[in-house]
């Protein structure tokens, strides 16, 4: 089967600092990778999301980085902020017919003033 | 404005009294999905539709269905609710299969 293992369970970093959060993945046959956000008491969050065939994506205040020789992918949030304290999923769909979305087992970030 | 909408955002039921979870969407997509989600713990898929193609997961019990009577709507049926049960239940939504996921709020459900 697939699965999407975290690094850290728990992060925290300093407010304007930037985060760097990890997942490492063992599935080669992944169509496309995503981060999701998922505040106390809410539903996940679309981040962002990045292709197999790309190594780096970058959004507003995010960057996801994809290194498929290691399976290993990562989210960069700059300058974090107190309202990006949250569970970060990262997550996979795999190719083929069933195209299931994994989730890893998540990690919790907190911003420290 | 909220593209999946789950109600009611909390749920308190008794043990072994049948409780119905609601989700619907204004994004017109295919497939709908529900997923319960334990504390400190990444969403189990319990089951999706793709339109009106119902698929269960393997390991999801048969104490939970599911019933999607339109493209907006979907249910969650919990037969005879245990104290393990309790668990915030998310509705996804993607476009089609393999598609990005959009979730709800959640349900916290409570069991008394």
Not at chain 1, 38 to 50: M, Y
Not at chain 2, 51 to 77: G, I, V
Request: net charge neutral; aromatic share 10%; proline share 4%.
């Amino acid at each position: 089967g697939e699965s999407v293992g975290l690094h850290l369970p728990t992060l925290s970093v300093q407010e304007g600092d930037n985060s760097i959060i990890n997942c490492a993945y063992s599935n080669s046959a992944s169509d496309y990778f995503i981060w999701y956000k998922q505040e106390s008491g809410k539903g996940p969050q679309f981040i962002i999301d990045i292709r197999s065939n790309m190594d780096k994506r970058q959004g507003q205040r995010v960057t996801v980085l994809l290194n498929k020789t290691v399976k290993h992918l990562s989210l960069q949030i700059a300058a974090t902020q107190p309202g990006d304290s949250a569970v970060y999923f990262c997550a996979l769909i795999s190719s083929g017919s069933a195209r299931q979305l994994t989730f890893g087992s998540g990690t919790q970030l907190t911003v420290l003033p | 404005d909220a593209m999946v909408i789950q109600n009611p955002r909390y749920q308190v039921t008794q043990f072994g009294k049948p409780v119905t979870l609601s989700c619907s969407q204004t994004l017109n997509h295919n497939v709908m999905y529900w997923y319960q989600q334990k504390s400190s713990q990444a969403p189990k898929l319990l089951f999706h539709y793709y339109d009106k193609d119902f698929n269960n997961e393997a390991d999801t019990p048969d104490n939970f269905q599911s019933r999607r009577p339109n493209t907006s709507f979907c249910f969650l049926d919990i037969r005879s609710p245990g104290l393990g049960d309790a668990a915030m239940y998310l509705c996804a939504t993607s476009r089609d299969r393999g598609d990005i996921q959009y979730f709800g709020a959640g349900t916290r459900l409570s069991v008394l």
